[in-house]
RNA sequence: GGUGGGGUGGCCGAGCGGCUGAAGGCGCCGGUCUUGAAAACCGGUUGACCCGUCAGGGUCACGCGGGUUCGAAUCCCGCCCCCACCGCCA
């Protein structure tokens, strides 16, 4: 959510920032509306303030009189009763007038929400303008040592690389088919060592980040509210992208969502409440299941584990005070932490800096990490792929955009009083499967078993290769 | 699923038609006292919105929505949530 003062202000600053995300708003339209909308609360203001004098300057007469008539009788009685039927006439009919102006008042409020809602955070201005992921940016590349991705994995290593979908099946770490049976397309079932290592990754991140690096290990709930949806940002334009739980239609008293990332539920712990300075900034990571229903993807990397509907996700979100050179500070931070985590996997990776174009609604940066996948990318002469970057990771900065929505403040020494709205940022740690992709084709040796990392061998007992059985 | 109890400010908790934006306590901030601290005492301490260049003025909010009333935290209706006990399940 935007601030509608600000929008008020500089109603250009969101045109433009709209436009070169490419999302259509009318903000013409809102302004209109807002206008209109305040015009009404200082009318009803006003008329508020009369009844309100009435109700203290009448009211104890009223009770005087009332008195009288109980004692009184006959025409004595009459005229005291058509003196109360009088004071109680002029409130009467302010309430009257009053109810009418905010009936029309409140018509105004929900297209305006609903209009506020879809008003996308303008990309800062170093955020290079461009209309689709095709406009990111690099920003670097690291690989291990001995590995370059630039010239491809059968340079660096000496053979041929087989794509982690051969791989896993024939070390018997995946069962696509059994998978889809159970749940329909873009469904997988892990097992073994395919399971063990998926697990490894999580926890191995899990730890990697909290004894590391100091962020709370938290769980939090993935079926959620609608209102956490809203509150993070990802309704109403991903609402699409969500599988929805229809309670109501049974009895319940709402419906529910699945959520797409810990993110919602770890955005939504602090909702409503206003936290005091000291407590930032808030550190938090939680590794949930992620559920999405990737409408609109259809066709597209429909082969093996790269788009799935369920996956696991450890997530690190940083709530800190709304100050631009902090929030930009754990930006960087957040994103040195997955490249040091990915250092630890010796998977080789590239930072991009996304385009306006590629943002989404909520963001005001936005820089992907990207793993070089062996397995992906155009086909070579004899039909084999020739490798490509695949993105495992996303870092987004969003100043106040989410906690605005979420009712998410703070006090303190530096806001001189004020409570003002925390600032958000989130950022991967580890996704898996997807994560399981370039971990098994970058390490794979030639006689098709699998290298585990140094990292993660303690956490499958030791293990150091992923052979045939 | 059944029965009962309850949702009030940062927290606890009183109020149960006007004198209540809300007693009292805790916490927090400032002051007096003190070599310093503690204690004691004094004062302050909810949020959102609107009008206004400022000073300032106004409106709303006691879970949410509606109603009764000249006037609602207080009465009525609907909804949501929480707690306790029982049942059922893990």
Redesign the pocket.
Known sequence: MID??QL?DDPDRFKTGAQRKGVAVEIDRILEL?AKR??F??E???L??E??????E???K??QL?GQIKKASGTEKDALEKQAAE??A???RL?EKI?QLEQQS?GIEPDLNALLLQVPHPADPDVPVGKDASDNVQIRAWNPTGFDAAKGFQASKGFAPKTHIELMESLGLVDFERGVKIAGSRSYILKGAGMRLHQAVLRYAIDFIADKHGFTPVSVPVVVREECMVGTGFFPAGREQTYHIEESTR????DMFLTGTGEVGLMGIHADE?LDESQLPLKMATVSTCFRREAGAAGRDTAGLYRIHQFDKVEQVVICKADEAESRAWHKKMIAIVEELLQSLELPYRLLQCCTGDLGVKNADMVDIECWMPGRGDLDKSGRPTGAYGETHSASRLYDFQCRRLNM?Y?GDSTE????FCHSLNNTVAASPRILIPLVEMHQQADGSVRIPAALQPYMGGMEVICHA
């Open positions: 509608l003062k008020r807002d305040r015009a609360q200082t009803i203001d006003a508020r303030a009844q309100n004098k009435l109700a203290k009448s009211g104890p009223i009770g009332m004071l109680r002029a409130p009467a309430k109810q409140q009895g319940g008293g709402y206003i403040r006090k009083g004020k409570t003002v």
